[in-house]
């Protein structure tokens, strides 16, 4: 590695991880397993100039591996990776093996934007895996509208967009924001909120939607306070004694990154037991991945409202995490956006195929109507839109760092980025 710009070829990690899990998630296979790179000459499948040879594709990846949100966004890279891994496991995407440059974010909005235009316009890579925060997507995203680039997005997030060039592979607010206040007042009888988020785009515009639905799409609810904190802040007892006065129903948290271990100590520390849920902590954002490093023991009893948890039991989860422990060790956990992540490349990969090229334009054409039927949240289907049809889940924090699934939709939820009323 070199600065924080690394490639990798198929093959550097640890092989008996991808063998453990290859079967993990098959997507819609339009093509046989024995296809040749022969068989799709490389005039015709790449007529863009796209860094795409006779034996290999080229990729992004782009995520924070240092600073605050690296605590959020590692797992995304390595579930991308392990994608990578079966896919070329399994001969590739039409007969070529996946290549990657990885790039780091470094959890600053404008070098996300410059790194997103050294892998579009130096590197030329045919598709990116990155992003977390909707800062950085925000960031990237008139660079890889201006120079034609496809992104795959995995995190949940407060919806308003819909680009030709990004397919969402996490949840919208209709799906996990509406959902989950929807759920907290039926099953919980919660009547007051008090919303606490970091600082940016995403925890303001969904807490904004938050406060729509509350005061004008629930009877008798209301919101009685409202608090922001830069990313990285660690010193929450103010806000935590705001709390304790107004005694909400529900504390609605909406805090990343690293100050999330802050806030849920703290939030502990001043004698708020979640596992009474008086008040109950209703969160989404933080996933597996934050309580590895909060400690299950400090957020023990909260509420994350999201499509996936690592204790899903499924053959395909199963099959997932035993093949993501393989590769990145036993004590890894596996969240939300972590799984989202891990369904790009495959998405990607059925998408090339149903196209029968590399060409972003034939890739965006093909990619509305594209299925996982395998994939660990369960199946899941790309809508006209570019987000995913999923379902959505409530889990319950326990100490040993996993949710316990107490509530699951019957059915797929449709993703509606653009819900009337909330904008």
């Avoid at 799409?217 to 306070?225: A, L």
């Avoid at 969160?283 to 994350?304: H, K, L, P, Q």
């Avoid at 060409?359 to 199946?379: C, F, N, Q």
Wanted: proline share 4%; with cysteine; charged share 25%.
């Amino acid at each position: 590695m070199t600065d924080d710009t690394s490639k990798r070829k198929s093959g550097d990690v640890n092989r008996r991880a991808v063998l453990a899990g290859g079967t993990a998630l098959t997507a819609s296979l339009f093509l046989p397993k024995s296809v040749r790179a022969q068989d799709y000459p490389t005039a015709e499948i790449n007529t863009t100039g796209l860094a795409v040879t006779d034996d290999a594709v080229t990729i992004g990846i782009l995520h924070s591996i240092t600073g605050t949100m690296a605590i959020s966004e590692t797992g995304s890279v390595q579930a991308e990776k392990l994608a990578i891994e079966q896919i070329n496991a399994q001969g590739g995407i039409l007969g070529r093996k996946i290549d990657y440059i990885q790039e780091d974010g470094a959890s600053d909005w404008p070098t996300f934007a410059e790194k997103a235009r050294k892998l579009l316009v130096n590197d030329k890579v045919a598709s990116v895996m990155g992003c977390w925060t909707s800062a950085s997507r925000k960031a990237v995203l008139p660079v890889f509208e201006q120079h034609n680039g496809f992104l795959y997005y995995p995190t949940f997030y407060e919806g308003l967009e819909q680009s030709p060039n990004v397919i969402y592979t996490g949840q919208e607010a209709t799906q996990q924001i509406i959902a989950g206040l929807n759920w907290v007042t039926r099953e919980k009888g919660a009547k007051t909120f008090y919303l606490l988020g970091s600082d940016y785009i995403w925890p303001r515009t969904s807490n904004k939607i938050a406060r729509k639905h509350i005061e004008n799409f629930m009877d008798g609810t209301s919101v009685v306070g409202e608090e922001y904190y830069p990313l990285g802040h660690t010193q929450f007892n103010s806000v935590i004694n705001k709390i304790r006065l107004r005694k909400p129903d529900v504390i609605y948290a909406i805090v990343v990154g690293g100050s999330n271990v802050a806030f849920y100590k703290q939030l502990k520390a001043a004698g708020i037991d979640m596992t009474e849920e008086s008040p109950i902590v209703l969160t989404i954002s933080v996933t597996e991945d934050e309580i590895r490093g909060i400690g299950g023991e400090n957020i023990d009893g909260a509420y994350a409202c999201m499509k996936y948890f690592q204790s899903l039991d499924n053959d395909n989860n199963i099959a997932f995490v035993d093949a993501f422990k393989e590769m990145w060790g036993e004590d890894m956990v596996i969240g939300d956006v972590t799984q989202a992540a891990y369904l790009g490349p495959w998405l990607w990969k059925a998408a090339v195929e149903a196209a029968g090229s590399f060409d972003v334009d034939k890739v965006r054409e093909a990619s509305p109507g594209i299925e996982l039927t395998s994939a660990p949240e369960g199946y899941v289907k790309v809508h006209e839109n570019h987000h995913l049809w999923s379902k959505t889940r409530v889990g319950r924090a326990k100490p040993d760092g996993q949710y316990e699934v107490v509530f699951e939709t019957a059915d797929l939820v449709e993703p509606d980025p653009f819900p009337e009323g909330y904008q």
